[in-house]
């Protein structure tokens, strides 16, 4: 058994491999299951971050992402809903690879309102990033109806990030209370930076994040220790 590396106020973070922690977790007890996994960028070292993004390949992102649902199949709900970000290369392997563990509701996308990069004289701007949501059972999505298209909440500025793919805290709050009940749990098994358990911190939700590099751990935990955001 991995003992939590931090414990507190619903908020947990276990430094090791989510393919160890997930079948540990209680049956039944994840509510929102909602990842950021390798895309299969090659991301290198950042900001004296001593370690690439883990598993960053192309083909080894779909099969650890495949392993980690197999992992955490017995400890959803039979509610659950899934939000599994995905890069626009590489999501209809991750569809693939997801599809066999959950009913696949919809493609959103994430539209940053700014170009990435890419080939400026030869591409579109690359603005978008997109995510798979699926579900188990027929729990319906909280507030009103909106578009699969996600607006207004721009990408966090390069000299801001704590992790390569860091995530507005804003987006994952709009996310999880939209798919998590107050007070259900939200696993997030690369959790990096911890963007998905600052936003459920503010929310009021449970939230349990996995992370294979330490130095990201540390850098979760002093987010983790600030005030509550007023989202």
Aim: aromatic share 10%; proline share 6%.
């Amino acid at each position: 058994m991995i003992e939590p590396y931090y414990e507190q106020d619903g908020i947990t973070i276990y430094h090791g491999d989510s393919r160890d922690v997930l079948p540990s977790l209680a049956a039944g007890s994840v509510d929102l299951f909602v990842t950021d996994p390798p895309y299969g960028m090659a991301f290198g070292g950042f900001r004296g971050v001593d370690a690439n993004v883990s598993a960053d390949g192309a083909r080894q992102g779909i099969r650890l992402v495949r392993q980690v649902l197999h992992e955490a199949r017995d400890v959803m709900s039979a509610e659950a809903h899934y939000l599994l970000f995905c890069h626009w290369e590489s999501w209809p392997d991750f569809y693939d690879a997801a599809s066999p563990f959950f009913a696949i509701k919809n493609a959103l996308i994430w539209y940053k309102d700014r170009g990435g990069m890419g080939d400026t004289d030869m591409e579109y701007a690359r603005d978008y990033e997109v995510i798979l949501y699926g579900v188990r059972g027929r729990r319906a999505i909280d507030g009103k109806r909106d578009g699969a298209v996600i607006t207004g909440y721009p990408p966090v500025r390069s000299q801001l990030r704590e992790h390569p793919t860091q995530k507005p805290v804003e987006l994952l709050a709009h996310l999880i209370g939209k798919h998590a009940p107050i007070g259900g749990l939200v696993p997030d098994p690369f959790m990096g930076s911890g963007t998905t358990l600052r936003a459920a911190k503010d929310l009021g939700r449970r939230a349990i994040g996995i992370e294979i590099n330490e130095d990201y751990c540390k850098i979760a935990v002093e987010r983790l220790r600030q005030s509550v955001l007023a989202l």
